[in-house]
């Protein structure tokens, strides 16, 4: 890169999040002259309010879950068990420390470079900090990150009105709580929240959950939540009246009562204040700029996007990859299009829940092959207790590429793994059934889902014969 040192930086990085971080690590590669702006608190929302103390939260109640089970194993003495909400919560936060303290730890080796303070753009070399210091780059890369939604009717609850920002930081947890929004996050806390003994009613507008499209797949989740919470979907949930006795919320025909509510109504991008219509650039309505995604450049400015500011996939393996991309634009010359992974989103229920490539779509014509497996009586699963769920797959009609798969299924998030790396390789499904399968595991019922796609599908070249990948036939043993 030919720095241009009218500039006082190569490179200034607006947020601190996963994409940030990604961004920064590949500008160093090539430039120390940078800086990384973010309003705080440092730390990123990955590991402060997202994906690790959700997850801690998810263990402790799948922990808890399976100890209910014990009985039908044979072991005895499982009515014991107790749920220790503040003890739980305090693990959350000690684990989220430590996770936490590694990104700080980062963060001030940087030292000057690391600078604490809202950025406003002023054009598209120059960012404002606090509305007082100025500082001008060759290249933007933003990376803001997003934020909690709450509709304005619900924020008169005040405390009661728990967002993923605050529910972790709670001393313990009220016996019964309402949930809005069912999509990944707010399912996976629902049903952490209702295993640990709380009381959940969820609410979601739409019928479908998780971001979900397969009708087959969503109604198998459904049915798993509905066995620890109270379901109200396909209707927006209006708040009643609240007072010391609770507060009441609508839905239709029915309405609850609840201590307090968990608001999982999505995150928006992080863009107030932010200046972008200074860049001179044209926003859509919500004030967002058009992205190309393989080079995360906006138009032919030397301004770069990425993670959750784009709504498109906030995952951070996605943020992570928009970061590099970002950073290694913001320093090249001219900037590169790279090729993007396979889609792959996974929420973290019991059974586990993913989308992986190509989402199911019900317009789909004859081009396009589904094939399934309902795990209620794979071998594996039934041992451990765990059968329930299905598995769709979707590939080509013509040579039977593999394209896509919904799930809810157990071990969901190792079979989404396998499926998403195949999609990556272009294998067709005939390929895949001649890899070798062990018995007896959980990715025999991908065996069988594959089988049945294959009946389906218009062979474009030579497979083994039918007997060698042909079921067993007999009863739970696959």
Not at 305 to 314: L, M, Y
């Amino acid at each position: 890169m030919n720095a241009l040192h009218s500039y006082d930086y190569d490179v200034l990085i607006i947020g601190a999040g996963s994409a940030g971080l990604a961004a920064l690590r590949a500008v160093r590669r090539h430039t120390q002259r940078f800086a990384l702006i973010d309003a705080g608190p440092w730390g990123t929302t990955c590991a402060r309010v997202g994906c690790m103390p959700s997850k801690l939260l998810l263990e402790a109640a799948h922990a808890y879950e399976r100890g209910h089970q014990l009985e039908a194993f044979g072991v005895h003495g499982a009515d014991q068990l107790r749920a220790d909400v503040p003890a739980v919560l305090q693990r959350v936060r000690d684990e989220r420390d430590r996770f936490v303290a590694g990104v700080l730890k980062s963060i001030e080796a940087l030292g000057p470079r690391a600078i604490q303070g809202r950025a406003r753009i002023v054009d598209p070399h120059t960012v404002e900090i606090d509305g007082q210091r100025r500082l001008s780059a060759r290249s933007l890369v933003i990376a803001t990150g997003s934020k909690p939604h709450v509709p304005e009717e619900w924020q008169t609850l005040g405390p009661r009105l728990l967002t993923t920002d605050t529910l972790f930081e709670q001393p313990d947890l009220p016996r019964r709580m309402a949930v809005l929004g069912l999509g990944p996050l707010g399912t996976e806390m629902a049903q952490a929240l209702a295993q640990l003994g709380i009381e959940v009613t969820a609410f979601h507008a739409s019928a479908t959950l998780a971001g979900l499209a397969d009708p087959k797949v969503n109604a198998a989740l459904r049915q798993s939540l509905e066995r620890s919470m109270q379901l109200q979907v396909g209707q927006t949930p209006a708040l009643g009246e609240s007072g010391p006795a609770g507060i009441t919320i609508h839905a239709g025909d029915f309405s609850t009562q609840v201590d307090a509510v968990l608001a999982a109504t999505g995150r928006r991008p992080a863009i107030e204040g932010l200046g972008l219509e200074n860049l001179g650039i044209a926003l859509d309505p919500h004030g967002l700029p058009e992205i190309d995604r393989h080079t995360m450049q906006l138009e032919q400015l030397s301004v770069f996007w990425a993670g959750d500011v784009n709504p498109d996939r906030a995952l951070l393996h996605e943020a992570a990859d928009e970061g590099e991309i970002a950073g290694s634009n913001a320093v090249a010359e001219h900037p590169r299009a790279y090729k993007r992974r396979t889609p792959l989103a996974i929420t973290f229920t019991e059974p586990s829940v993913a989308t992986v490539g190509l989402a199911y779509d019900d317009h789909w014509s004859d081009e396009v092959a589904i094939g399934a497996v309902d795990f209620a009586n794979q071998g594996r699963a039934r041992m451990g207790l765990r059968n329930e769920g299905v598995l769709r797959l979707y590939a080509r009609r013509d040579g039977g590429e593999l394209l896509g798969a919904q799930l809810c299924a157990p071990a969901g998030e190792h079979l989404a793994h396998l499926l998403a790396w195949a999609i990556a390789r272009g294998s067709s499904v005939a390929e895949l059934l001649e890899l070798p399968f062990y018995h007896p595991v959980i990715e025999e019922g991908l065996r069988t889902a594959l089988r049945d796609v294959q009946a389906h599908v218009h062979a474009a070249r030579d497979t083994a014969p039918p007997a060698y990948c042909a079921p067993s036939d007999l009863d739970g043993l696959e």
